[in-house]
C-alpha cells in the first residue's frame, strides 16, 4: 500500500493563480482531511470529508474548496492564490466507526509558496 | 474551539537522556494520539490510546492516557540522535466526532 499520496511536492503560485492539489488514499479509509501547517505550527483544518460526495469546513477553510467524487481522492482547490496561503499542506485519511477509530494517516505534504 | 496546551515547547538534551512531554485539555477527550514529525516530512503516527489511565509502548516510546481524561503524556527513555522531530499530541472529543485537535507540538533536539 503506498498509504496517502500528495501531489505535487513543491508549488510557488502568484497573486491570484489558482491551483488544485492532488490527494489520493489507498487504504479504504472512509474519513479524509486538508490541514496547513505555518511555521512554528501545529495543524489547522481546512475541510474534511466522511465520504464520498460529503464534506464540510474545518477551522480556516476560507480561500479553498474541496470535492470528493470518489473515497480515494480528496483534493483542494485554491481559486485566487493569497500570499497568507502560504503554507506547508497535508492530506490524511483515517477509518472512523471501529474499535481503533480516527488514527490519522498523513501524506508527505504540499509546500506552497505564494508571491 | 478546544485547544490543547502541550508543553514544553522545545527541549534540547543530550544523547542517551530520558525526555517527557505532556498535553492538557480544559475537555473531556476519548481519544489521544502521538504523532511524530521529521523535517520535510507529513506526521507519523507512534501511539494511539483510547482508554482513560491507559499506558501503551511502542519500543522506547511510552504514553498513558491521563486519569482524567484530560491529558496525556509521553515520555522516551535513552533518547537516540534520531528521535530529533517534532512531537504532536491529538484528541478527539465526543464532540467532534472524526476530527482531531492538535498541540502545537514540542521541538525535540538530541546533541550526540
Known amino acids: 500500500n503506498a498509504g496517502v499520496t500528495q501531489t505535487p511536492k513543491f508549488r510557488i503560485l502568484k497573486i491570484g493563480q489558482s491551483m488544485t492539489l492532488q490527494c489520493t488514499q489507498d487504504?479504504?479509509?472512509?474519513?479524509m482531511y486538508w490541514y496547513r501547517q505555518d511555521p512554528g505550527m501545529g495543524l489547522k483544518l481546512i475541510y474534511y470529508?466522511?465520504?464520498?460526495?460529503?464534506?464540510d469546513k474545518g477551522e480556516v477553510p476560507n480561500g479553498y474548496n474541496v470535492s470528493r467524487s470518489t473515497t480515494e481522492d480528496f483534493p483542494l482547490r485554491l481559486e485566487l492564490a493569497a500570499p497568507s496561503q502560504t503554507s506547508v499542506y497535508f492530506c490524511?485519511?483515517?477509518?472512523?466507526?471501529?474499535?481503533?477509530?480516527?488514527?490519522?494517516?498523513f501524506g508527505p505534504g504540499t509546500r506552497l509558496t505564494v508571491l | 474551539g478546544q485547544q490543547l496546551n502541550q508543553s514544553p515547547q522545545s527541549m534540547f538534551i543530550q544523547e542517551g537522556e530520558d525526555v517527557s512531554m505532556n498535553c492538557t485539555s480544559s475537555s473531556i477527550f476519548n481519544t489521544w494520539l502521538w504523532y511524530k514529525q521529521d523535517p520535510g516530512e507529513g506526521p507519523v503516527l507512534l501511539i494511539a490510546l483510547y482508554k482513560a489511565g491507559e499506558l501503551t509502548s511502542n519500543g522506547r516510546l511510552t504514553a498513558q492516557f491521563g486519569i482524567t481524561r484530560k491529558d496525556s503524556f509521553l515520555n522516551i527513555s535513552a533518547s537516540i540522535p534520531s528521535d530529533v522531530g517534532i512531537y504532536f499530541c491529538?484528541?478527539?472529543?465526543?464532540?467532534?466526532?472524526?476530527?482531531?485537535?492538535f498541540g502545537q507540538g514540542t521541538i525535540l533536539t538530541v546533541h550526540p
Open positions: 487504504m479504504n479509509h472512509n474519513y
Open positions: 490524511a485519511s483515517s477509518y472512523v466507526g471501529g474499535i481503533k477509530y480516527n488514527e490519522q494517516f
Open positions: 470529508s466522511v465520504g464520498a460526495g460529503i464534506t
Open positions: 491529538a484528541g478527539q472529543s465526543g464532540t467532534s466526532y472524526g476530527k482531531l485537535t
